[in-house]
Each structure stands twice: as structure tokens, then as C-alpha cells.
Nanobody, 128 residues
Framework: QVQLVESGGGSVQAGGSLRLSCATS????????MGWFRQAPGKEREGVAN????????NYADSVKGRFTISQDIAKTALYLEMNNLKPEDTAMYYC?????????????????????WGQGTQVTVSS
């Protein structure tokens, strides 16, 4: 079982920045895909970004390209999401996720179906 605990959410004004962190046991084992997702009330869970722990390859949703950056610190067993130029439409619960070992490298399609372990989420609210 993989543990994931998100932190760093909060309320900011449009144009502001936040940095989400995910403390996880996922880095203690072999390489896998890690990702960030978000879900707004009444909407489906949406993939934001993913990263392969073995090589650092990344993928982003079009809606966040150029504004969000996913990164990892393997020594600290942590995953991060740097969010800049935040918009009201970025308001959602943000989740950290890990795929099972053996699924291979990350896919450009950041789908929840490719991930097996989930954190409890951290709320991000952006006001206009």
C-alpha cells in the first residue's frame, strides 16, 4: 500500500501562486508514474500533470501548461505542484496519486484510470 498526504492548499486571489506538496511512500520502491489531479464540485476528476519517478518525464493538461510545474524530490520522497498565475477556474480539491509498479512510464493522457493510490486531497480556492 502507498501512502500519500497532500498539503499546501489555501485561498488566493487570481494571479497568485501556491505550492502543493505530497508526502508519499511511493518513492521507496521501484519507478512509477505519479500525478496531480483536481476535482471541482459537480465535475469529474481531471488530470493536471504527471511525472515518471524513474526519468522525470512530465505531461501537463492544456489548461495548466505554462502556469503549473510538477516536480519531485526523491531524497525527501515528495511530489510537488507549483501553481502560478492562478485563475478562478483552478478552484478545486487537488489530489496526489500514484500508479502501481509495473504500469510503466506516464502517458500523455492523464487519466485517473491509470492511477491506483490516492491521497485525501487539499483544497485550492482562487477568488477573482
Amino acid at each position: 500500500q502507498v501512502q500519500l498526504v497532500e498539503s499546501g492548499g489555501g485561498s488566493v486571489q487570481a494571479g497568485g501562486s501556491l505550492r502543493l506538496s505530497c508526502a508519499t511512500s511511493a518513492y521507496l520502491y521501484s519507478s512509477r508514474c505519479m500525478g496531480w489531479f483536481r476535482q471541482a464540485p459537480g465535475k469529474e476528476r481531471e488530470g493536471v500533470a504527471n511525472i515518471y519517478t524513474g526519468g522525470g518525464n512530465t505531461n501537463y493538461a492544456d489548461s495548466v501548461k505554462g502556469r503549473f510545474t510538477i516536480s519531485q524530490d526523491i531524497a525527501k520522497t515528495a511530489l510537488y505542484l507549483e501553481m502560478n498565475n492562478l485563475k478562478p477556474e483552478d478552484t478545486a480539491m487537488y489530489y496526489c496519486a500514484a500508479a502501481k509498479i509495473g504500469r510503466g512510464s506516464c502517458l500523455p493522457d492523464i487519466s485517473p484510470h491509470h492511477f491506483d493510490f490516492w491521497g485525501q486531497g487539499t483544497q485550492v480556492t482562487v477568488s477573482s
